[in-house]
């Protein structure tokens, strides 16, 4: 989570990067799918990752979501 | 009330605190209804901001204070705002964590606070580059559970 909280500050105009504690928010968890913890949804769902993945590849996700 | 940090967290809290740089607001978003964790966390940022006087918090109703809710994009309750604190103003810094932090998140929160505290990602330049230039607004929602 650190991590997205990270990428938010570099540009918080544009990006906001929530921590969400699954068990207390179960519909949003379901909405989107979210089997293993920590898993990153990236604009509700364009893209996901799964576990805490370093820098390059999380961005790498970012980058394929965005486009 | 019962405290819900005992002394010896505290004093690792201080110990942490000791490092930060700049000043912090924690913006606790509650809601009197369907909210089983708000009091409880509400407590846990009050005992925190106790600590260190570089750290404040501010409790804002999520249907009261709904201006403040959408300026900030929050719309769950718990939700903390992690934000800077230059003088009198409090710079959005698009950090947020919907829920009580406890367990690791209690940690997590705590390198938050120094993160935001540090005014500096500490991320590469390419990447900062990428993120500054983005066409789109990017929306990251970390889902975790209490450890």
Known sequence: MLLAHQIAMENPAMIRAEGVEATEFPDLANQFNVRGVPQTVINAGSGSVVGAVPEPNLIAEIKRALN | ?147
Do not use: W
């Open chain 2, 1 to 147: 009330m019962e405290k819900l940090l005992n002394e010896q967290v505290i004093s690792q809290v201080k110990q942490a605190f000791a490092q930060m740089k700049e000043p912090v607001q924690m913006l606790l978003f509650a809601s009197r209804e369907n909210c089983e964790y708000c009091a409880e966390t509400r407590q846990l940022l009050e005992e925190l901001a106790a600590v260190d006087e570089k750290l404040g918090v501010t409790v804002y109703d999520l249907q009261d204070n709904a201006d403040v809710a959408a300026q900030f994009n929050v719309d769950k309750a718990p939700t903390i705002v992690i934000a800077a604190k230059d003088g009198e103003q409090v710079v959005n810094y698009g950090i947020q964590y919907a829920g009580i932090p406890s367990g690791h998140e209690f940690g997590v929160l705590i390198n938050d606070i120094l993160l935001v505290s540090g005014r500096d990602s500490g991320l590469s330049e390419a990447v900062r580059d990428f993120l500054k230039h983005l066409e789109k607004p990017l929306h990251l929602q970390v889902f975790v559970t209490p450890t």
